[in-house]
């Protein structure tokens, strides 16, 4: 099912990582993303199975996704972490975290304390 892109015609490849911002929130769903200008279309009904999804997980309406600007301090860079995500994770301030890199993400685990 090879789809052109509708703006630049190029050629489009299916991605599993596209962000879609939804009332504020922003998920990441299956999709196409065009080769060429890097447009991204979501998936004919995946918008619309996620919603559904994260209602019935109870998920709805919690942040997965947000973002963020990287601040410079003295001693490096700074994330200031969402308060959402703080309040859902129930983080006080001074856990511990474990930090992995994948490619161009960062993955932050925070320890059972
Ligand atoms: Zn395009």
């Known amino acids: 099912m090879a789809k052109n892109c509708p703006n630049c015609n ?3 490849k ?41 209602r019935k997980l109870g998920l709805w309406g919690e942040p997965l996704k947000l973002y963020r600007k990287l601040s410079k301090s003295a001693r490096g860079t700074v994330i200031r972490l969402p308060s ?15 930090i992995t890199k994948i490619g161009r993400r960062i993955c932050i685990e925070i320890s059972p304390s």
């Not at 991605?15 to 911002?21: F, G, Q, V, W």
């Not at 922003?26 to 995946?46: D, M, Q, S």
């Not at 959402?84 to 474990?98: T, V």
Request: glycine content about 14%.
């Open 10 to 12: 190029g050629e489009m």
């Open 14 to 54: 299916e991605a599993e990582d596209i962000l879609s911002e939804i009332e504020g929130y922003v998920f990441i769903e299956k999709g196409l993303r065009c080769l060429k200008c890097g447009e991204e279309f979501v998936g004919e009904n995946a918008g619309q199975k996620m919603i559904e999804a994260s």
């Open 84 to 98: 959402d995500i703080e309040r859902a994770l129930g983080i006080k301030g001074n856990e511990e975290i474990s």
